[in-house]
């Protein structure tokens, strides 16, 4: 059975700090999702990553992939309080179908503080 | 082209009651995984569909809960009988019939309460 687990499972910054959300996975797989999710709302994606290596940017969020390792990281750079959300990884099972149903990690309550 | 639509946003059912919610995929998708997302908790997977079949119901409760997804209209996930444990937010996702299958869309999600 596939498992995904993320850390934290809370975090809380000031403002202008730097800090990386880490989430591991049991079994194969190479792709690896991130979505942001606010108090209320649905989930919106942030990065898609797809191979051993991949790395995406966006603004001040920055997603790395190491298929070997089973780990993708999330990084924050110099947070400010719009980024204060809940903050999943997901990892699907497909193995050549179009089965791609998502497992996902608990979730990081990210609060960023003045 | 209109994201993921579901209806209805907010549903509050007596127990012993039915819940019906819809999912409405994107225009140009055939795919519909629905998942459940429990207080303080991620989400699960409960169900995929493709028009008129259901390929992976591996996360469905044995009794209760059906999905289903005709050919016209939308996909439908029926609670018979809610009890409060499902009491959760409901969300639907759609992905392309082709090119990247992978990529989801997610609906606002049905919070389903029950009394």
């Known amino acids: 059975e596939l498992k995904v687990e993320q850390n934290p499972l809370f975090l809380s910054m000031q403002e202008g700090k730097n800090y990386t959300i880490y989430c591991n996975y049991s079994t194969t797989s190479d792709r690896l999702y991130w979505y942001r999710q606010d108090p209320g709302k649905s989930l919106e994606s942030l990065f898609v990553l797809l191979s051993n290596g991949a790395v995406k940017q966006e603004g001040r969020l920055m997603a790395s992939l190491d298929t070997k390792a089973r780990l993708s990281t999330l990084h924050i750079t110099a947070a400010v309080h719009d980024l204060s959300a809940t903050y999943f990884c997901a990892v699907d099972q497909n193995s050549g179908g179009s089965n791609y149903k998502l497992t996902f990690g608990k979730g990081t309550l990210l609060t960023v503080n003045p | 082209n209109a994201g993921v639509m579901q209806n209805p946003r907010h549903l509050v059912r007596r127990r012993g009651q039915e819940a019906r919610l819809r999912c409405s995929p994107m225009k140009g998708h055939s795919h519909v995984y629905w998942y459940r997302q429990l207080p303080e908790e991620g989400l699960k997977f409960m169900v995929y569909?493709?028009?008129?079949?259901?390929?992976?119901e591996s996360g469905m409760p044995k009794e209760r809960f059906s999905a289903e997804f005709p050919k016209e209209g939308p996909s439908i996930l029926r609670i018979q009988q809610v009890v409060r444990g499902d009491s959760a937010a409901y969300f639907c996702a759609s992905s392309p019939t082709s090119g990247r299958r992978y990529e989801q869309y997610f609906g606002p999600g049905t919070r389903l309460t029950v009394t």
């Open positions: 569909l493709q028009k008129e079949n259901i390929i992976d």
